[in-house]
Protein backbone atom coordinates (compact mmCIF):
# COMPACT_ATOMS: atom_id res chain seq x y z
CA UNK A 1 0.00 0.00 0.00
CA UNK A 2 2.82 2.26 0.43
CA UNK A 3 3.98 1.99 -2.80
CA UNK A 4 0.37 2.03 -4.34
CA UNK A 5 0.57 5.53 -2.03
CA UNK A 6 3.97 6.71 -3.64
CA UNK A 7 3.22 6.30 -7.22
CA UNK A 8 -0.71 8.20 -6.98
CA UNK A 9 0.92 10.83 -6.34
CA UNK A 10 2.35 11.28 -10.33
CA UNK A 11 -1.11 12.01 -10.99
CA UNK A 12 -0.94 15.22 -8.58
CA UNK A 13 -2.27 18.20 -11.16
CA UNK A 14 -3.41 15.91 -13.98
CA UNK A 15 -6.25 13.25 -12.86
CA UNK A 16 -8.71 16.50 -11.44
CA UNK A 17 -11.36 16.14 -10.59
CA UNK A 18 -11.04 12.75 -10.69
CA UNK A 19 -8.78 10.57 -7.20
CA UNK A 20 -5.32 10.27 -7.64
CA UNK A 21 -5.16 6.37 -6.78
CA UNK A 22 -2.33 4.19 -7.41
CA UNK A 23 -2.84 0.44 -7.62
CA UNK A 24 -0.30 -2.67 -7.31
CA UNK A 25 -0.42 -6.27 -8.20
CA UNK A 26 1.65 -8.79 -6.47
CA UNK A 27 2.15 -12.51 -7.20
CA UNK A 28 4.25 -14.90 -4.51
CA UNK A 29 5.45 -11.28 -2.38
CA UNK A 30 6.42 -9.95 -6.06
CA UNK A 31 5.30 -6.57 -7.57
CA UNK A 32 4.25 -7.78 -11.30
CA UNK A 33 2.40 -4.72 -12.18
CA UNK A 34 1.74 -1.35 -10.76
CA UNK A 35 0.14 1.84 -12.23
CA UNK A 36 -1.52 5.43 -11.41
CA UNK A 37 -4.48 7.22 -12.63
CA UNK A 38 -4.01 8.70 -15.94
CA UNK A 39 -4.74 12.18 -16.83
CA UNK A 40 -8.81 12.77 -16.57
CA UNK A 41 -11.09 11.06 -18.87
CA UNK A 42 -8.28 8.08 -19.71
CA UNK A 43 -7.73 4.55 -17.85
CA UNK A 44 -7.54 4.40 -14.09
CA UNK A 45 -4.87 3.12 -11.95
CA UNK A 46 -6.43 -0.54 -11.52
CA UNK A 47 -6.51 -0.59 -15.70
CA UNK A 48 -2.76 0.55 -15.89
CA UNK A 49 -1.78 -1.86 -13.51
CA UNK A 50 -3.72 -5.02 -15.01
CA UNK A 51 -1.93 -3.50 -18.34
CA UNK A 52 1.67 -3.29 -16.97
CA UNK A 53 1.40 -7.49 -16.30
CA UNK A 54 3.37 -9.17 -18.80
CA UNK A 55 2.23 -12.28 -17.77
CA UNK A 56 -1.52 -11.81 -17.99
CA UNK A 57 -1.58 -15.72 -16.35
CA UNK A 58 -1.02 -14.20 -13.27
CA UNK A 59 -3.29 -11.97 -12.50
CA UNK A 60 -5.69 -14.87 -11.74
CA UNK A 61 -3.02 -15.66 -8.82
CA UNK A 62 -2.61 -11.89 -7.15
CA UNK A 63 -3.29 -9.82 -4.82
CA UNK A 64 -4.23 -6.55 -6.41
CA UNK A 65 -3.65 -3.28 -3.47
CA UNK A 66 -5.55 -0.05 -4.19
CA UNK A 67 -5.45 3.61 -2.11
CA UNK A 68 -9.41 3.94 -3.16
CA UNK A 69 -11.70 1.99 -3.58
CA UNK A 70 -12.64 0.17 -7.02
CA UNK A 71 -15.23 1.98 -8.98
CA UNK A 72 -18.75 0.49 -9.57
CA UNK A 73 -19.93 2.72 -12.22
CA UNK A 74 -19.71 4.16 -16.24
CA UNK A 75 -18.13 7.37 -15.78
CA UNK A 76 -15.29 8.45 -18.78
CA UNK A 77 -14.14 4.87 -18.34
CA UNK A 78 -15.85 1.75 -17.88
CA UNK A 79 -16.24 0.27 -13.97
CA UNK A 80 -12.97 -0.85 -12.78
CA UNK A 81 -14.70 -3.20 -10.41
CA UNK A 82 -15.85 -4.63 -13.41
CA UNK A 83 -12.47 -5.56 -14.92
CA UNK A 84 -11.01 -6.95 -11.83
CA UNK A 85 -14.08 -9.51 -11.59
CA UNK A 86 -13.53 -10.19 -15.77
CA UNK A 87 -9.37 -10.65 -14.78
CA UNK A 88 -10.53 -13.21 -11.60
CA UNK A 89 -8.43 -11.50 -9.49
CA UNK A 90 -8.95 -13.59 -6.29
CA UNK A 91 -7.68 -11.00 -3.68
CA UNK A 92 -8.48 -6.65 -3.83
CA UNK A 93 -7.03 -5.18 -0.99
CA UNK A 94 -8.21 -1.62 -0.53
CA UNK A 95 -6.70 1.68 1.39
CA UNK A 96 -9.95 3.72 1.98
CA UNK A 97 -13.34 3.10 1.37
CA UNK A 98 -14.81 5.55 -1.46
CA UNK A 99 -17.13 8.27 -0.22
CA UNK A 100 -18.64 9.19 -3.79
CA UNK A 101 -22.44 8.58 -3.57
CA UNK A 102 -21.90 7.09 -6.89
CA UNK A 103 -19.52 4.11 -5.31
CA UNK A 104 -19.67 4.42 -1.38
CA UNK A 105 -19.24 0.48 -0.82
CA UNK A 106 -21.07 -0.20 -4.29
CA UNK A 107 -17.76 -1.37 -5.46
CA UNK A 108 -16.51 -3.88 -2.94
CA UNK A 109 -20.09 -5.40 -2.79
CA UNK A 110 -19.89 -6.26 -6.43
CA UNK A 111 -16.62 -7.86 -6.01
CA UNK A 112 -17.23 -9.27 -2.91
CA UNK A 113 -20.59 -11.12 -4.84
CA UNK A 114 -18.26 -12.06 -7.66
CA UNK A 115 -16.69 -14.19 -5.06
CA UNK A 116 -13.34 -12.13 -4.63
CA UNK A 117 -11.84 -11.34 -1.01
CA UNK A 118 -11.88 -7.82 -0.03
CA UNK A 119 -9.76 -6.19 3.05
CA UNK A 120 -10.48 -2.64 3.33
CA UNK A 121 -8.44 -0.21 5.66
CA UNK A 122 -5.08 -0.84 5.18
CA UNK A 123 -3.23 2.39 6.01
CA UNK A 124 -6.94 4.07 6.04
CA UNK A 125 -5.62 7.28 7.36
CA UNK A 126 -2.53 7.72 4.97
CA UNK A 127 -4.39 7.26 2.71
CA UNK A 128 -7.66 9.53 3.25
CA UNK A 129 -4.80 12.50 3.86
CA UNK A 130 -3.70 11.18 0.33
CA UNK A 131 -7.13 11.83 -1.34
CA UNK A 132 -8.31 14.64 0.83
CA UNK A 133 -9.09 16.93 -2.72
CA UNK A 134 -11.61 14.40 -3.29
CA UNK A 135 -13.13 13.46 0.27
CA UNK A 136 -13.43 17.25 0.63
CA UNK A 137 -15.56 18.19 -2.24
CA UNK A 138 -17.55 15.01 -1.80
CA UNK A 139 -18.08 15.07 1.87
CA UNK A 140 -18.30 19.04 2.18
CA UNK A 141 -19.23 19.98 -0.81
CA UNK A 142 -16.73 22.71 -1.89
CA UNK A 143 -13.43 22.49 -2.96
CA UNK A 144 -10.49 21.62 -0.83
CA UNK A 145 -9.38 25.21 -0.16
CA UNK A 146 -5.57 26.42 0.13
CA UNK A 147 -4.57 29.93 1.58
CA UNK A 148 -1.22 31.38 0.42
CA UNK A 149 0.13 34.91 0.89
CA UNK A 150 3.58 36.46 1.46
CA UNK A 151 4.30 38.62 3.87
CA UNK A 152 7.19 40.81 5.52
CA UNK A 153 9.21 40.59 8.47
CA UNK A 154 7.71 43.31 10.11
CA UNK A 155 3.46 41.40 9.38
CA UNK A 156 2.85 43.50 5.52
CA UNK A 157 1.24 41.88 2.57
CA UNK A 158 2.25 44.68 0.39
CA UNK A 159 3.75 48.42 0.61
CA UNK A 160 1.87 51.34 1.61
CA UNK A 161 2.29 52.47 -2.18
CA UNK A 162 3.73 51.54 -5.44
CA UNK A 163 5.04 53.16 -8.69
CA UNK A 164 3.88 50.66 -10.89
CA UNK A 165 0.79 47.98 -11.60
CA UNK A 166 2.89 45.39 -11.17
CA UNK A 167 4.04 42.38 -8.04
CA UNK A 168 6.20 44.12 -5.42
CA UNK A 169 8.44 40.52 -4.68
CA UNK A 170 8.77 39.65 -1.11
CA UNK A 171 10.25 36.26 -1.66
CA UNK A 172 13.19 35.20 -3.26
CA UNK A 173 13.12 33.69 -6.61
CA UNK A 174 13.02 29.59 -5.61
CA UNK A 175 10.25 30.49 -3.39
CA UNK A 176 8.55 31.50 -6.41
CA UNK A 177 8.93 28.77 -8.17
CA UNK A 178 7.76 26.57 -5.76
CA UNK A 179 4.48 28.59 -6.29
CA UNK A 180 4.24 28.13 -9.76
CA UNK A 181 4.57 24.40 -8.98
CA UNK A 182 1.67 24.28 -6.50
CA UNK A 183 -0.17 26.07 -9.24
CA UNK A 184 0.20 23.06 -11.58
CA UNK A 185 -1.02 20.40 -8.92
CA UNK A 186 -4.47 22.37 -8.18
CA UNK A 187 -7.61 23.09 -10.46
CA UNK A 188 -8.23 26.48 -10.08
CA UNK A 189 -6.64 29.49 -8.62
CA UNK A 190 -8.71 32.72 -7.02
CA UNK A 191 -7.73 36.17 -6.46
CA UNK A 192 -9.67 39.19 -5.64
CA UNK A 193 -10.21 42.54 -7.66
CA UNK A 194 -7.79 44.83 -6.02
CA UNK A 195 -5.28 41.84 -6.72
CA UNK A 196 -6.08 42.05 -10.37
CA UNK A 197 -5.80 45.94 -10.55
CA UNK A 198 -2.85 46.67 -8.36
CA UNK A 199 -0.32 43.55 -9.53
CA UNK A 200 -1.96 42.47 -12.82
CA UNK A 201 -0.96 38.59 -12.25
CA UNK A 202 -0.74 35.90 -15.05
CA UNK A 203 -1.70 33.39 -12.45
CA UNK A 204 -0.17 30.65 -14.79
CA UNK A 205 2.57 28.03 -13.89
CA UNK A 206 5.02 30.14 -16.13
CA UNK A 207 7.86 28.52 -13.87
CA UNK A 208 6.94 24.93 -13.83
CA UNK A 209 6.19 22.26 -16.38
CA UNK A 210 2.37 21.39 -15.87
CA UNK A 211 -1.18 22.58 -16.86
CA UNK A 212 -1.92 26.13 -15.83
CA UNK A 213 -4.82 26.15 -12.80
CA UNK A 214 -8.52 27.21 -13.46
CA UNK A 215 -8.20 31.04 -12.83
CA UNK A 216 -10.88 32.55 -10.96
CA UNK A 217 -11.50 36.42 -10.33
CA UNK A 218 -13.85 38.49 -8.52
CA UNK A 219 -15.04 41.16 -10.07
CA UNK A 220 -18.76 42.09 -8.46
CA UNK A 221 -19.50 45.30 -11.11
CA UNK A 222 -17.91 43.17 -13.86
CA UNK A 223 -15.54 46.59 -14.40
CA UNK A 224 -12.13 44.96 -14.91
CA UNK A 225 -10.93 45.76 -18.49
CA UNK A 226 -10.45 42.66 -20.53
CA UNK A 227 -6.67 43.63 -20.99
CA UNK A 228 -5.56 42.55 -17.75
CA UNK A 229 -3.12 39.25 -17.69
CA UNK A 230 -5.65 37.15 -16.03
CA UNK A 231 -8.22 37.07 -18.90
CA UNK A 232 -5.73 35.87 -21.54
CA UNK A 233 -5.72 32.76 -23.31
CA UNK A 234 -3.20 31.05 -21.23
CA UNK A 235 -5.75 29.67 -19.16
CA UNK A 236 -9.70 29.85 -18.71
CA UNK A 237 -10.83 32.75 -16.29
CA UNK A 238 -13.61 32.15 -14.18
CA UNK A 239 -15.70 35.68 -13.13
CA UNK A 240 -17.48 35.61 -10.25
CA UNK A 241 -20.04 39.19 -9.94
CA UNK A 242 -22.63 40.65 -8.14
CA UNK A 243 -25.06 38.23 -10.58
CA UNK A 244 -23.90 35.09 -9.01
CA UNK A 245 -23.59 37.25 -5.40
CA UNK A 246 -25.71 38.10 -2.25
CA UNK A 247 -24.46 40.83 -1.08
CA UNK A 248 -26.34 40.66 2.00
CA UNK A 249 -24.85 36.93 2.55
CA UNK A 250 -20.63 35.88 3.16
CA UNK A 251 -18.61 35.85 0.41
CA UNK A 252 -16.45 32.86 0.95
CA UNK A 253 -19.45 30.29 1.52
CA UNK A 254 -21.14 31.81 -1.98
CA UNK A 255 -18.23 31.67 -3.56
CA UNK A 256 -17.16 27.84 -2.55
CA UNK A 257 -20.92 26.42 -3.83
CA UNK A 258 -20.15 28.19 -7.05
CA UNK A 259 -17.28 26.35 -7.75
CA UNK A 260 -18.36 23.17 -6.46
CA UNK A 261 -20.99 23.49 -8.90
CA UNK A 262 -18.40 24.14 -11.51
CA UNK A 263 -16.82 20.67 -10.52
CA UNK A 264 -13.61 22.11 -9.01
CA UNK A 265 -12.13 20.01 -6.70
CA UNK A 266 -9.13 21.93 -5.15
CA UNK A 267 -8.48 25.88 -5.22
CA UNK A 268 -5.01 28.45 -3.94
CA UNK A 269 -6.81 31.66 -2.38
CA UNK A 270 -3.98 34.07 -3.47
CA UNK A 271 -5.01 37.81 -2.64
CA UNK A 272 -5.41 40.13 -1.44
CA UNK A 273 -5.75 40.19 2.41
CA UNK A 274 -9.32 40.97 2.32
CA UNK A 275 -10.15 37.97 0.31
CA UNK A 276 -8.37 35.42 2.22
CA UNK A 277 -9.45 37.29 5.38
CA UNK A 278 -13.00 36.17 4.14
CA UNK A 279 -12.26 32.96 3.45
CA UNK A 280 -10.19 32.52 7.27
CA UNK A 281 -13.15 34.56 8.86
CA UNK A 282 -16.16 32.02 7.42
CA UNK A 283 -13.20 29.17 8.63
CA UNK A 284 -13.50 27.78 5.00
CA UNK A 285 -9.90 26.95 4.33
CA UNK A 286 -8.06 23.40 4.89
CA UNK A 287 -4.66 24.48 4.89
CA UNK A 288 -2.41 27.97 4.71
CA UNK A 289 1.34 28.11 2.85
CA UNK A 290 2.76 31.29 4.47
CA UNK A 291 5.79 32.56 3.25
CA UNK A 292 7.95 35.04 5.02
CA UNK A 293 10.27 37.22 3.22
CA UNK A 294 13.79 38.82 4.63
CA UNK A 295 12.68 42.29 4.07
CA UNK A 296 10.41 45.13 6.23
CA UNK A 297 8.26 47.44 4.44
CA UNK A 298 7.38 49.93 7.87
CA UNK A 299 3.90 50.23 6.78
CA UNK A 300 1.28 49.00 4.04
CA UNK A 301 -1.44 46.28 3.87
CA UNK A 302 -1.41 43.96 6.68
CA UNK A 303 -1.17 40.18 6.30
CA UNK A 304 -4.62 38.43 7.34
CA UNK A 305 -5.02 36.99 10.61
CA UNK A 306 -5.14 33.33 10.82
CA UNK A 307 -5.21 30.84 13.68
CA UNK A 308 -4.14 27.22 13.25
CA UNK A 309 -2.04 24.42 14.03
CA UNK A 310 1.40 24.84 12.83
CA UNK A 311 2.67 21.77 10.74
CA UNK A 312 6.07 22.58 9.55
CA UNK A 313 8.54 25.57 8.66
CA UNK A 314 10.68 25.29 5.97
CA UNK A 315 13.65 27.72 5.31
CA UNK A 316 14.47 28.37 1.30
CA UNK A 317 17.59 30.73 1.60
CA UNK A 318 16.59 33.58 3.85
CA UNK A 319 13.04 33.01 3.61
CA UNK A 320 10.29 30.76 5.79
CA UNK A 321 7.71 29.02 4.28
CA UNK A 322 4.94 27.96 7.37
CA UNK A 323 2.66 25.12 6.57
CA UNK A 324 -0.31 25.40 8.62
CA UNK A 325 -3.62 23.10 8.95
CA UNK A 326 -7.15 23.87 9.69
CA UNK A 327 -7.71 21.60 12.73
Not at 115 to 126: D, F
Not at 300 to 320: E, F, H, M, W, Y
Amino acid sequence: MKRCLQIAKNGLGTTRPNPMVGAVLVHNDTIIGEGFTSPYGKDHAEVNAINSVKDKDLIKKSTLYVTLEPCSHCGKTPPCSDLIIEHKIPEIVIGCIDDNPEVAGKGIKRLQSAGCKVIVGVLEEECRRHHKRFFTFHNKKRPYIILKWAQTKDGYIAPISKSEQSPVWITNSYSRQLVHKWRTEEQAILVGFKTVIEDNPSLTARDWEGLNPIRVVIDKDLSLSPNFKVFDKNADTIVISNDNLNIKEPLAGQISKILYKRNINSIIIEGGTKTLQAFIDENLWDEARIFVGNIEFQNGTKAPRLQGKSVSKTNILLDTLKHVVND
